[in-house]
């Protein structure tokens, strides 16, 4: 596997659900992010793990829960969503410190759906 | 906190037309990125500006900062069928270790055959 990856690519769940979703980046990188990107609407950062610590929650609601296990791999586990909530859920990681290079790799995204 | 607006919103050009998306900040930024998003796909890096006045050429493909590093633009000559998709401007204000972004709305590109 080469990149970033998620799984699953595509999830359907009811309101009272507990899912998680998964992100790994084969990039050596030190920095992981999670943003919603819905219809008609810019990408939206939820959450930022820098070298393992969470540095951002963007007022995220508390039915978003992340959780960064170690550099390599990145979850956000839900529960009691809302319709709302549906979208495409991004993963990406950078290279913290490294100002002239630190653009964001993008995995290929869960698009979630919330009955 | 830090706005950063794209526009158009949308944008449908026959192909061997030209194309140009610009975005504004309402702060000064460190540096801009720009991401290319294909229907279904995920962003995708396409070039970081650093330096006010900044150009930079990736084949068709021009990229600038303006002086006061509050807006930039890319520009497209002669469309073709696989410049379609949504470009993304985001800005980063620095003061971070991890370079958060603030992304523009998008410009939705079509092109016409």
């Known amino acids: 596997e080469t990149g970033v990856t998620q799984t699953p690519r595509h999830l359907v769940m009811g309101m009272t659900n507990k899912k998680s979703l998964k992100c790994e980046q084969h990039?050596?990188?030190?920095?992981m992010y999670w943003y919603k990107q819905s219809a008609k609407k810019p990408l939206e950062l939820m959450f930022v793990?820098?070298?393992?610590?969470?540095?951002e929650n963007n007022s995220v609601p508390s039915r978003f829960s992340p959780e960064c296990p170690n550099s390599s791999h990145l979850f956000l586990h839900l529960h009691t969503l809302q319709p709302e909530d549906s979208a495409l859920y991004l993963c990406a990681s950078s290279q913290a410190r490294s100002p002239a290079h630190n653009e964001q790799f993008f995995g290929p995204g869960t698009r979630l759906t919330v009955l | 906190g830090q706005q950063v607006m794209q526009i158009p919103q949308y944008q449908h050009v026959q192909e061997g037309e030209d194309f140009t998306t610009y975005c504004n900040s309402s702060?000064?930024?460190?540096?801009i990125q720009w991401y290319k998003q294909r229907p279904g796909g995920h962003p995708v890096f396409l070039i970081q500006l650093v330096k006010s006045g900044e150009v930079k050429k990736q084949k068709r493909l021009t990229f600038q900062f303006g002086e006061a590093k509050k807006n930039s633009s890319l520009h497209i000559t002669a469309t073709q069928t696989t410049d379609v998709g949504t470009y993304f401007c985001?800005?980063?204000?620095?003061?971070?270790?991890?370079?958060?972004?603030?992304f523009g709305q998008g410009t939705i590109l079509t092109v016409h055959p």
């Open positions: 793990y820098s070298l393992e610590e969470r540095v």
């Open positions: 702060t000064t930024l460190s540096n």
């Open positions: 990039l050596g990188h030190n920095a």
């Open positions: 985001a800005g980063s204000a620095g003061g971070t270790s991890y370079g958060k972004l603030t």
